[in-house]
């Protein structure tokens, strides 16, 4: 073990362990995450660095991989849908698997859209594996699901749909398991009678069921990209195939081609609800994983001077501190409201399933604005946490490249992130109610007072200095006011429809004010939700602690929006002049228990994959072990010396 990184342990002042509970959700949690982690002992799991194979060979050992994590998963007995969660997750480390797509979406798909007699067909086939899926809706001219142009047109002398991509734009591309999948959820706009009824889901067979040769479909993978190089994503080109009428999910065409409108159009979206809302989570687990790896090697790195002295371990610069103690704040923010969005996603979907799709707006709003503010932070979090580590980050033995490569396309897939932050519409009627005298229910309540409390650009010398900058819950307050942005937004709309817009060119020219809305209601919905956090933790060490991140997290975040607060009048130039003093004090509280806080998140060294993340901190003897393993040196004269240089 690294003397600096036992000195760093022996410094904590709250107990790791009781920690890990709190993040896991209680100690059974934890013991039980903890035994499912030992999967990966098993020799069978053994595999190469990806970083050492080529594309082909990554997509293979990954095959390999996912068909062994199919094989031991009934071996080992792991039934629970949070638990195979867990266990796909510590095996899948940081990379994604060839079978992802048919977990996270073609079985969610099925559950949630199949009538009775479609489950009792195509459950067993899914769940066993037969059939192997893959979600296809992206085209290659669009994602805008109203522009999307794939058709399915019901023939009722056949009682058939006929699929049809009838130009290259209508091509679906990039749904995963383009090679291993052998079956689709295609999304395609339903016609029936004559009469387009917007988009709907079906079942389409895309191979044949023993050979895995394709049907007469094109299908194919659409070659390298910037990562998810384990991952197939495909195209697939439909030429007038033929389908029965069953494999249309939820049924709504009768056998004479009568069109039955269902409770909400939007349930065929249900599963990218699904995923937005799991991907808040994700993003928390990554920021996790990046700020272990950062912090651990910060805490056994030497270099420079401070003093005279012997070189400093780099965690020791206040500059370090100042790019890594925020985002450690963030893990743990995102932590909170990772779980909040998934009590929140099953709550609200266990009433969707007994009909009250009351809520079902919010909960598109809100997933749809977490999955793009988590992401994005998380994105560029990462990359911060790669720079903190100097040159030693830049290698791949670091896992950071990997992990930025691996989580950019969050930013991307299940909605781009502008254009999910766009799902305003939401805020601004909720803002509109609000002022019409409406008592709004939950999150959004906080505009019910604002009528009394507007937020407007006042100089800030006119107005008192109520906020406590040390006031935890003085900052939510005041993060709450900055969320009324979105009646900025409201009025820049209003402006334009007054300069005789239409609604559509008023929204588009507000699209700005709209975004820093959406982003500042997520950003209120974070600092409240760690707070709110902070009443149920009772051991009083780790309330200290996390208190003294959600200080940081929330002045981080006025530091960097400070433009937002100041016009607004929430806080004096004076308050915005002692804030980066008091996030320089929150800083120094926090450096004796950085190695402790990252060690609460306690990933296995088999999961975390970094040798600078290594719990034991020997990092420079592992990194020259990891080089010495390069495929460049399996030989000591490459042969390129033979074929060009000699
Ligand atoms: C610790 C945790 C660990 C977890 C590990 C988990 C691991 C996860 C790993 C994941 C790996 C995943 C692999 C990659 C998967 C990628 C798959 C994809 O990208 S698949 C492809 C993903 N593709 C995309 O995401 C496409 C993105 N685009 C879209 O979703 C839509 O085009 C749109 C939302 C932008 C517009 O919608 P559109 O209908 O075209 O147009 P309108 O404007 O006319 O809207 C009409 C009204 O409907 C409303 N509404 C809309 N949606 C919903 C909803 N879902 N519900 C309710 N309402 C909704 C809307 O608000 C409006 O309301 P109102 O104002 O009338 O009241
Ligand atoms: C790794 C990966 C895996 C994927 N897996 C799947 C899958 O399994 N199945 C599937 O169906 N799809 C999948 N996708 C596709 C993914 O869902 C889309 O790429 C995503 O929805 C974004 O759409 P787009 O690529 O068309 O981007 P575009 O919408 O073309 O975005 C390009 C730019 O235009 C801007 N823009 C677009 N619309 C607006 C607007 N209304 N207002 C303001 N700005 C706008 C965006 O902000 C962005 O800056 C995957 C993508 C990736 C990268």
Redesign the pocket.
Known sequence: MNPDIVKERQNASFDVQKLTYILDGGPEKTKRRREISLVLNDPDFDEEDPNFLSRSERYEQAVRKSAQMILKLREYGISDPAEINCYKSVVRGNFHESLG?HYV?FLPTLYSQCDQEQSKKWLPLATSFEVLG?????ELG???LRGLETTATFDPTTQEFVLNSPTVTSI?????AGKTSNHAVV?AQLYTRGKCHGLHAFIVQLRHMDTHEPLPILVGDIGP?FG?SE?D?GFLKLDHVRIPRENMLMKHVEPDGRYVKPASAKLTYGTMVFIRSLLVGLSALVMAKSCTIAIRYSAVRHQSEIRSEPEPQILDYQTQQYKLFPLLATAYAFSFVGQYMTETYYRISGDINQGDLSELPELHAVSAGLKAFTTWTTNTGIEVCRMSCGGHGYSRSSALPDLYAEFT?TC????????MM?QTAYLVKSYRQAKAGEQLRGIMSYLNDMEQRHVRAHPASARPALVDINDLSDLVESYKLRAALVESAAKSIQQELQKRRSHEDAW?NS?IDLVKASDAHCHYMVVKLFTDKLSEIGDPDINLVLTTLAQLYALHGIALNSGDFLQAGLLTVPQMQQIPVRIKELLCLIRPNAVALVDAFDFPDKVLSSVLGRYDGNVYENLFEWARRSPLNATEVHESFHKYLK
């Open positions: 797509l979406m893959t979600y296809a809706q992206t669009h994602t805008h679906k591309w990039w749904p995963g999304l990209k998810f991952v994503n396309p991307t897939y299940e909605g781009e992130n502008t254009v766009l588009n699209a």
